[in-house]
């Protein structure tokens, strides 16, 4: 798994760095000072045999800081985005035993935890998440509908809403 930064004016490789403890890169986000906070997961260390993956780059390629988080069950990364107060909130799922459920962590700027939720949304496959303008977030995902729900500034859920999805109409 590796990250490789180019040139904008001609595709050249800047530099690269690749990631021996990870097993899955699913989402890169550049941010300020042209650093790179990437997401994924991993089995080398953390809380259980894959757990949430994120990391930050400068932006000259040097590995900053890891972070790892989850529980004994299979967590992973799959969307992030930066925050209003400097940190992020990364988005992806929890599996166990064949299923999976919304897991939602919110981190401030040097990879520290503040928070993180399992949503009692089994099959829900979490795609994105965005902020609010009250400092909440969003999360968008899917199973055999399309669910959206809402969870406040410290990851308490405000509401959910399955919109279903009607085969018919495909």
Do not use: M, Q
């Not at 949430?52 to 932006?59: G, I, N, S, T």
């Not at 962590?105 to 795609?127: K, N, S, T």
């Amino acid at each position: 798994k590796e990250v490789i930064k180019v040139s904008d004016e001609d595709g050249d490789v800047i530099w690269r760095y690749e990631f021996e403890d990870v097993t899955d890169l699913n989402e890169v986000l550049c941010i300020e000072d042209d650093a790179i906070l990437v997401g994924g997961r991993t089995n080398i260390f953390g809380a259980g045999a894959l757990d949430l993956f994120v990391a930050r780059l400068d932006a000259d390629g040097n590995f900053e800081w890891p972070a790892a988080y989850g529980t004994e069950d299979g967590e992973y990364c799959k969307s992030l985005i930066p925050t209003t107060d400097g940190g992020y909130c990364l988005v992806g799922g929890s599996r166990n035993e064949d299923n999976v459920a919304p897991y939602v962590v919110r981190i401030d700027a040097d990879g520290e935890l503040l928070w993180h939720h399992i949503y009692d949304f089994r099959g829900v496959f979490p795609e994105d998440v965005v902020e609010t303008a009250d400092g909440g977030f969003a999360v968008a995902g899917h199973s055999y509908s399309y669910r959206l729900f809402r969870i406040d500034y410290a990851g308490e859920l405000l509401w959910d809403t399955d919109y279903g999805f009607n085969w018919e109409r495909r």
